[in-house]
């Protein structure tokens, strides 16, 4: 059982549509990420929160949203997005800075048609 | 700046034979280290980490890896693997002077066989 979790599991969507990723932790963690995998490689960093502010944005296309309502939610808000999109989205948690471990949720396939 | 190489993209391996999975980093600073598994369909999950005192760490269920500071390495192994060992399995390392990036290995693909 993971302690991050996702939702939702699957998720199709058109390039128009509008859609949200979601990610609830418990552990009391202070930081929240969310990444990129794509088949076959390791995962890319997209945003960082530490203390529910955002921290680090790796350059994300602006399609992508992200929003952190309180220290256990995490948001991924999704607009336009293009099939080059299509991954597996995984949220992360950690206690605090790179000195502790990443939790990983089982994450959202999303599919862009 | 950190980077990290997994020298092997597949290992194939025997049930009950040992395997290693070799990782190599750079880094011009002291850094942490962490072996991450990910099954399929699934999120990455812990499998070992250092961050200081003994090099050689162990996991629960059999793995272990040694920190060379000489050979810049975190080389993991276990000595007799199993079909449930099959997954994909992530170097990774972060800067000890803070932060919140990880820096992942390309990954190692290992497949247990019969």
């Known amino acids: 059982d993971t302690e991050v979790t996702q939702t939702p599991k699957h998720l199709v969507m058109g390039m128009t549509n509008k859609k949200s990723l979601k990610c609830e932790q418990h552990?009391?963690?202070?930081?929240m990420y969310w990444y990129k995998q794509k088949a076959k490689k390791p995962p890319e960093l997209m945003f960082v929160?530490?203390?529910?502010?955002?921290?680090i944005n790796e350059s994300v296309p602006s399609r992508f949203s992200p929003e952190c309502p309180n220290s256990s939610l995490l948001n991924l808000h999704l607009h336009a997005l293009q099939p080059e999109d299509s991954a597996l989205y995984l949220c992360?948690?950690?206690?605090?800075?790179?000195?502790?471990?990443?939790?990983f949720g089982n994450g959202t396939r999303l599919t862009v048609t | 700046a950190q980077s990290v190489t997994q020298l092997d993209s597949q290992v194939p391996v025997f049930e009950e034979a040992p395997v290693e999975l070799r990782c190599n980093y750079s880094?011009?600073?002291?850094?942490?280290l962490f072996w991450y598994v990910q099954y399929p369909n699934q999120g990455l999950q812990l499998l070992l980490k250092?961050?200081?005192?003994?090099?050689l760490v162990k996991s629960i269920n059999g793995f272990e890896a040694e920190f060379n500071k000489s050979q810049t390495s975190f080389h993991l192994r276990k000595p007799s693997v199993h079909i449930s060992d099959t997954a994909e399995y992530f170097c990774?390392?972060?800067?000890?002077?803070?932060?919140?990036?990880?820096?992942f290995g390309a990954g190692t693909r290992l497949f247990v066989k019969a």
């Open positions: 990774a390392v972060s800067p000890n002077t803070g932060g919140f990036k990880t820096i």
């Open positions: 880094s011009s600073v002291s850094v942490y």
């Open positions: 992360a948690s950690s206690r605090d800075g790179t000195n502790s471990p990443l939790h």
């Open positions: 929160y530490s203390y529910e502010k955002l921290s």
């Open positions: 250092y961050l200081s005192g003994s090099t």
């Open positions: 552990m009391g963690h202070r930081a």
